[in-house]
């Protein structure tokens, strides 16, 4: 029989989900409980075979499953409840949760912390405004690799894919490796907007050409896509003149950006964040809702699972203090007056975004943040409280695709204390 009152209820059992449960059960949270939609836990992890999880945090190279069930296996040791096949319908302040499972039907659970872990969606043709007919054969390249890698089909035989984000990369060598042709990869801006080790390891390691300052100007084709027909575009991402070129394939796939899944952040009144399109988070993950956390691609997009079983890890220890009353404080009473984290120069978006100086600790604290535009040469992270800096780190490079992030160490977090406001800028050394 499942709890109708828990400390703790985790909406989601992927990376981030499944940590945030490890670490409030592990924080002193007595029962904990994971609500997971499909019918087996470990989310998106499940279809990525490819090795590459688990370097940075666990200091081994996995395939996503065996990622995913290194956190099962720790979830399930510590008596955290899992429920599968169940999908939560809405969640009501204070935390009463409304579910209905296909094997118990409607159930009621009562929480006293939330940690929304719902991950990010892909976005499809129709919010890129794709023009041309509309034929089978377009799929987004998550939906690819679960079609190969789980239900064992394969969508083509002769692909081109709009985009350089990393699943896209990661697709372009799977489809070679099972005999299909990836005639190119192309990108509408005039950089990789994945890591730089995907492009070396997926398209060049393989010879497949990416092409960048290009985009998809019509799809060709009646009831199945016959070709497709590229443009080179300008500064502005306006298409040129006279570069246009028809390229057959039966297949295109689209990798062009993950937008985070805040539904139920959004029922519940999280304020969201208009660059991620996640919610606003302080340092331990809450969000502008009194004892609601978020973590992992819900929040924004990361680029190593690493870091998001990170963030959830922080989010669940978070959720377990205040389910005990001993997380003080908070983003929800005004006279906390929190302190504003801002993007500077060549930075889009810095999360988290809010800092509570009530609540800070002596420890660590970290920001992470993306670039507008790379920086090719060194440059310098600078974060500026008042006029004071109080952090610079160096770096070899900056790049759109690759998340940067910079510690606040004790002395940092001291000086911060003085100040209502920081900055964070990129700028070359």
């Known amino acids: 029989m499942l709890p109708q009152v828990v400390d703790v209820l985790v909406v989601g059992s992927g990376p981030a989900g499944l940590a945030a449960a490890v670490a409030a059960k592990r924080g002193g949270a007595e029962r904990v409980l994971i609500v997971e939609r499909d019918r087996e836990a470990g989310g998106i992890l499940q279809q990525c075979i490819h090795n590459g999880f688990g370097v940075e945090l666990l200091k081994e190279d996995l395939p996503g499953p065996s990622y995913a069930q ?8 510590l008596g955290i409840e899992l429920l599968l096949d169940a999908m939560v ?26 940690v929304v872990a719902t991950g990010a ?52 060598r799977r489809l070679t490796f099972e005999g299909a042709t990836v005639d190119r990869v192309i990108e509408i ?9 995907n492009y070396v390891q997926c398209l060049l390691d393989l010879e497949i050409p990416l092409h960048l300052s290009h985009t998809v100007g019509r799809v060709i084709g009646g009831s199945r896509v016959e070709a497709v027909e ?101 983003l929800q009473h005004v006279a906390a007056r929190p302190i504003h984290v801002r993007v500077g120069n060549n930075v889009r978006y810095v999360v988290p975004q809010l800092l509570d100086a009530g609540c800070l600790s002596q420890g660590e604290h970290k920001i992470q943040l993306r670039v507008l535009h790379p920086v090719e040469e ?28 910079v510690v606040m160490d004790s002395k ?15 700028l070359p050394r």
């Open 121 to 172: 969606r892909e976005r499809t043709r129709a919010q890129i405004r794709l023009p041309g007919t509309r034929p089978a054969g377009v799929y987004t390249a998550g939906m690819a690799q679960r079609f190969v890698n789980v239900e064992g089909f394969m969508p083509g035989k002769r692909f081109v894919i709009l985009g350089s984000g990393d699943i896209g990369m990661i697709m372009a």
């Open 412 to 426: 940092a977090v001291e000086r911060l204390r003085l100040g209502e406001e920081l900055t964070v800028s990129v």
């Open 89 to 114: 319908l809405e969640v009501q302040v204070p935390f009463v949760a409304h579910a209905i499972s296909r094997g118990q039907g409607y159930i009621e659970v009562q929480a006293r912390a939330l």
């Open 189 to 197: 801006m005039p950089y990789l907007t994945g890591l730089t080790r």
């Open 378 to 405: 060194p440059a310098w992270v600078r974060v500026v409280a008042g006029n004071e800096q109080i952090v610079r780190k160096a770096l070899r490079y900056a790049r759109p695709g690759e998340m940067i992030t």
């Open 230 to 330: 590229t443009v080179q575009v300008d500064a502005q991402r306006r298409p040129v003149p006279g570069t246009e070129e028809v390229v057959p394939c039966d297949t295109l796939l689209l990798s062009v950006g993950l937008l985070p899944e805040v539904e139920l952040l959004q029922t519940l009144g999280a304020a969201l964040d208009p660059i991620t399109g996640g919610p606003v988070v302080d340092q331990s993950m809450q969000t502008t809702v009194h004892g609601l956390f978020a973590a992992g691609n819900v929040v924004h997009i990361y680029d190593l699972v690493d870091w998001v079983t990170e963030a959830g890890l922080l989010a669940g220890t978070s959720a377990a203090l205040y389910a005990r009353g001993e997380l003080h404080g908070g």
């Open 70 to 77: 290194h956190f099962i296996d720790q979830a399930r040791r």
